[in-house]
Nanobody, 126 residues
Framework: VQLQASGGGLVQAGGSLRLSCAAS????????IGWFRQAPGKERQGVSC????????YYSDSVKGRFPISRDNAQKTVYLQMDSLTPEDTAVYYC????????????????????WGQGTLVTVSS
């Protein structure tokens, strides 16, 4: 599966953005999808991940309650709605996929995902 992330940009603190991760290829609904971010000088970290069906989700503590994740398997797209943004959310955001069996949900960490899209830059000004 190939992934294309989009929706980044410059926003003021307190604002919102919606990131999209569009997939091409077959059997999109066989993949768990994750959003990850990497700030300058920092390691890439998991932000939010979603299971094949969308019934299971994971959120890092830093975004819980602010960044709901969802997926539309018919449209082969995963969304990350980013609300109440703060300057600490500034980073390059990546989406990634891993093929899984049934309802298995891998840990939301970069080594567990093997198909990566290019990043989209999110900049939050204070």
């Amino acid at each position: 599966v190939q992934l294309q992330a989009s929706g980044g940009g410059l926003v003021q603190a307190g604002g919102s953005l919606r990131l999209s991760c569009a997939a091409s290829g077959y059997m999109f609904n066989y993949y768990a999808i994750g959003w990850f971010r990497q700030a300058p000088g920092k390691e890439r970290q998991g932000v939010s991940c979603i299971s094949r069906s969308g019934l299971t989700t994971y959120y890092s503590d830093s975004v819980k309650g602010r960044f709901p994740i969802s997926r539309d398997n018919a449209q082969k797209t995963v969304y990350l709605q980013m609300d109440s943004l703060t300057p600490e959310d500034t980073a390059v955001y990546y989406c990634a996929a891993v093929r899984v069996i049934l309802s298995h949900m891998p840990e939301c960490l970069p080594p567990f995902y093997d198909s990566w899209g290019q990043g989209t830059l999110v900049t939050v000004s204070s």
